[in-house]
């Protein structure tokens, strides 16, 4: 499975930026995909994640800011960043999990999202 994520750039506080991921490879029917974010000296976190049935999850701290959405058909998973802050700021990386006997991480290479007046 590979995963490619655009979208990433500097923005004002109160911003928005739309970050795609295109992912390829060996797709299961049953999967997650979501997006993590690792800012400087952290760990990465999650920020949103969206399941093969369409259900979602956000940290509490991009919720109601952020949306997570996915096309099926194109294999590609979005986050609408909105009202951006300065702690958003990181590098965000986009997570594929498969399911079949067991989950199976992959990740794209980062993109980074830099909000800074």
């Known amino acids: 499975v590979q995963l490619q994520a655009s979208g990433g750039g500097l923005v004002q506080p109160g911003g928005f930026l739309r970050l795609s991921c295109a992912a390829s490879?060996?797709?299961?029917?049953?999967?997650?995909m979501g997006w993590y974010r690792q800012a400087p000296g952290e760990q990465r976190e999650l920020v949103a994640v969206?399941?093969?049935?369409?259900?979602?999850n956000y940290a509490a701290s991009v919720k109601g800011r952020f949306t997570i959405s996915r096309d099926d058909a194109k294999n590609k998973v979005y986050l609408q960043m909105n009202s951006l802050k300065p702690e958003d700021t990181g590098v965000f990386y986009c997570?594929?999990?498969?399911?079949?006997?067991?989950?199976?991480?992959?990740w794209g290479q980062g993109t980074q999202v830099t909000v800074s007046s």
């Open positions: 969206i399941r093969s049935g369409g259900s979602t």
């Open positions: 997570n594929l999990r498969n399911y079949h006997y067991g989950a199976y991480d992959y």
């Open positions: 490879g060996s797709i299961f029917s049953i999967n997650d």
